[in-house]
Nanobody, 115 residues
């Protein structure tokens, strides 16, 4: 059974930091590109960062967020710093099989940044 379990979301003040984790199980983690997405109330879900052969970031988080993965622990991380109120959203982890459209989503973790 495929599972993606996010954790690390919290309420934090503007300028603070958080580290999100997503633990995967039920599939060959190293064969999947991993990414973080977020969805704020009333807005569409958007890509925040992805990692496969390299890393990519949304312009809004460049220089503040860092995505990384540990294939030995089947885990992908999102280190977030200099958080802003506009970063408030539910953050989702996604696994997409390389050279395929097959993808899995986690249940999300809430990040709230107060001003």
């Amino acid at each position: 059974q495929v599972q993606l379990v996010e954790s690390g979301g919290d309420l934090v003040q503007s300028g603070g930091s958080l580290r999100l984790s997503c633990v995967a199980s039920g599939f060959t983690f190293s064969s999947y590109a991993m990414s973080w997405h977020r969805q704020a109330p009333g807005k569409e879900r958007e890509l925040v960062a992805s990692i496969d052969s390299g890393t990519r970031y949304a312009d809004s988080v460049k220089g503040r967020f860092t995505i990384s993965r540990d294939n030995a622990k089947n885990t992908v991380f999102l280190q977030m710093s200099s958080l802003k109120p506009e970063d408030t959203a539910v953050y989702y982890c996604r696994a997409r099989r390389y050279f395929s459209t097959m993808a899995y989503w986690g249940q999300g973790t809430q990040v709230t940044v107060s001003s």
